[in-house]
């Protein structure tokens, strides 16, 4: 009967360190597939925040076509854009002003031109005078 028990015994501890290590797999396993779920709840969180602020720019964007396609904003483009007027509108001239040519339609002679041109301000002709005057070679 003791040679029973001693014979059974390494058998008993084999089982014991298999199970051990069963159960620490599964415990490494059970620590990965938290992580994971942590991982995939931060990701679904910061989808989420996204999914938010699209929502309140969509709003944003459905307030703003309401107002674009509105009588209101378009009758105040046609006022202050196009020139055009309601009947019953009061127009004001004002007189003693000439309205400013846009200076890209603007033709230039080639004497305003040259007008225009000026030499830049750090090789002014004054400069020159002066250093040609220190060296003696002024005219």
Same mark, same amino acid.
């Not at 779920?37 to 944003?60: F, H, K, P, Y």
């Given at each position: 009967?003791? =040679?029973?028990?001693?014979?059974?015994?390494? !058998?008993? =501890?084999?089982?014991?360190?298999?199970?051990?290590?069963?159960?620490?797999? %599964? %415990?490494?396993?059970?620590?990965?597939?938290?992580?994971?779920?942590?991982?995939? &709840?931060?990701?679904?969180?910061?989808?989420?925040?996204?999914?938010?602020?699209?929502? &309140?720019?969509?709003?944003?964007?459905?307030?703003? !076509?309401?107002?674009?396609?509105?009588?209101?904003?378009?009758?105040?483009?046609?006022?202050?854009? !196009?020139?055009?007027?309601?009947?019953?509108?009061?127009?004001?001239?004002?007189?003693?002003?000439?309205?400013?040519?846009?200076?890209?339609?603007?033709?230039?002679?080639?004497? &305003?031109?040259?007008?225009?041109?000026?030499?830049?301000?750090? %090789?002014? =002709?004054?400069?020159?005078?002066?250093?040609?005057?220190?060296?003696?070679?002024?005219?």
């Amino acid at each position: 009967m003791k =040679r029973d028990r001693s014979e059974s015994a390494p !058998l008993l =501890r084999l089982g014991t360190i298999v199970g051990l290590l069963l159960l620490l797999l %599964f %415990f490494l396993n059970y620590l990965d597939r938290v992580n994971e779920l942590v991982t995939i &709840q931060g990701s679904v969180s910061a989808m989420e925040r996204e999914i938010e602020l699209a929502e &309140q720019w969509n709003l944003q964007l459905k307030n703003d !076509l309401g107002y674009y396609a509105s009588r209101e904003y378009v009758e105040e483009i046609a006022r202050s854009e !196009l020139g055009y007027m309601q009947p019953g509108d009061d127009v004001l001239v004002v007189l003693g002003t000439e309205p400013e040519a846009d200076s890209s339609t603007q033709t230039l002679s080639p004497a &305003q031109v040259a007008a225009s041109m000026t030499e830049p301000a750090t %090789f002014s =002709r004054a400069w020159w005078q002066l250093w040609l005057d220190r060296l003696g070679l002024s005219r």
